[in-house]
């Protein structure tokens, strides 16, 4: 099962872009990178996925690196609604299971 | 409507009582998870049910016994729970079971047990 390593926490300041790292060294090719995020007391709420190409929705762009061991979550102009703990998946081999990994808690600072 | 709604928000148990969450969704999911998540943690996969059928079930104590009754509905019932089972307990739906649907995940329902 891939397995994803986030760092624990990171601040952005309020419009600036806010760049998420998440490394998944062991992805097998047919593998895809979802991103969710759970603010505050709510349930998670999908961003975004990819499989290797470059991703952008309303939310937020997902850049994924050329071998696929490492991505990177952007938002291009973090608000204060954007703070919250990141999760980056990847769908194992049995596709119904999402594991999430601890995630990132991103704070927004005005 | 793209809401994945769960009853009760919150509920507070006996070890003793028997009590069910219920989720539903009306956006045709075909489907449907229940997760556990204590405070500070990642959620934790218990139960996936696609069409209807049981098809993951995480080695979760027998306490906790999922029921599908059909294709919109989800309902977990407890029965003799412990107080370490204190915890959000999170519904999520998708299109399909698969690694291309994402997952729609409804507010929870915060369990203490007394």
């Known amino acids: 099962d891939a397995k994803t390593t986030q760092p624990t926490s990171m601040d952005c300041a309020e419009g600036r872009a806010a760049n998420l790292p998440c490394n998944h060294s062991t992805i097998s090719g047919n593998e895809y990178v979802y991103w969710y995020r759970q603010i505050h007391s709510q349930g998670p709420q999908y961003i975004i996925h990819g499989l290797k190409n470059n991703e952008t929705n309303e939310m937020a762009s997902l850049i994924i690196t050329e071998d696929r061991k490492s991505s990177t979550l952007i938002l291009p102009h973090a608000t204060l609604r954007d703070t919250a703990v990141y999760y980056c998946i990847v769908r194992v081999g049995n596709y119904d299971k999402v594991i999430f990994g601890p995630g990132t808690s991103l704070s927004v600072i005005p | 409507d793209t809401e994945v709604t769960q009853t009760p928000k919150h509920l507070v148990m006996g070890m003793t009582n028997k009590k069910s969450l219920k989720c539903e969704q009306h956006m045709g999911h075909r489907a449907m998870y229940w997760y556990k998540q204590k405070a500070k943690k990642p959620p934790e996969l218990m139960f996936v049910y696609s069409y209807e059928k049981l098809s993951i079930n995480e080695s979760v104590p027998s306490r906790f016994s999922p029921e599908c009754p059909n294709s919109s509905l989800l309902n977990l019932h407890l029965h003799a729970l412990q107080p370490e089972d204190s915890a959000l307990y999170l519904c999520?739906?998708?299109?399909?079971?698969?690694?291309?649907?994402?997952?729609?995940f409804g507010p929870g329902t915060r369990l203490t047990v007394l």
């Open positions: 999520a739906s998708s299109q399909t079971s698969g690694r291309y649907n994402e997952q729609f």
